[in-house]
């Protein structure tokens, strides 16, 4: 099994910038996939993007050019840089392992 730790979530204005971490207690290297994903208010959860084991990244369209999905392997985190925010991207965001574990979620809160 995976512990998953989110954190770096706050209130940030519009086009402002947030960078949250996710630590797992396993070697992130061993684990095949880990990803963001978030849910807005009465709104399904979606995927925001992806890294695989071997450095492979995938981005939803929403956040295509503005969000950066990486991982510090030393460390066992993993981190999403995201830039120019926008309020539709207010939501909780949730770390997810193996596409099974997930993480409790932080919150970003887009807004002026």
């Known amino acids: 099994q995976v512990q998953l730790v989110e954190s770096g979530g706050g209130l940030v204005q519009p086009g402002g910038s947030l960078r949250l971490s996710c630590a797992a207690s396993?070697?992130?290297?061993?684990?095949?996939?880990m990803g963001w994903y978030r849910q807005g208010p009465g709104k399904q959860r979606e995927l925001v993007a992806t890294?695989?084991?071997?450095?492979?990244?995938n981005y939803a369209d929403s956040v295509k050019g503005r969000f950066t999905i990486s991982r510090d392997v030393a460390k066992n985190t993993v981190h999403l840089q995201m830039n120019s925010l926008k309020p539709e991207d207010t939501a909780i965001y949730y770390c997810?392992?193996?596409?099974?574990?997930w993480g409790q979620g932080t919150q970003v809160t887009v807004s002026s």
């Open positions: 997810n392992a193996h596409s099974y574990y």
């Open positions: 396993r070697n992130i290297f061993s684990i095949n996939i």
């Open positions: 890294i695989t084991s071997d450095g492979s990244t």
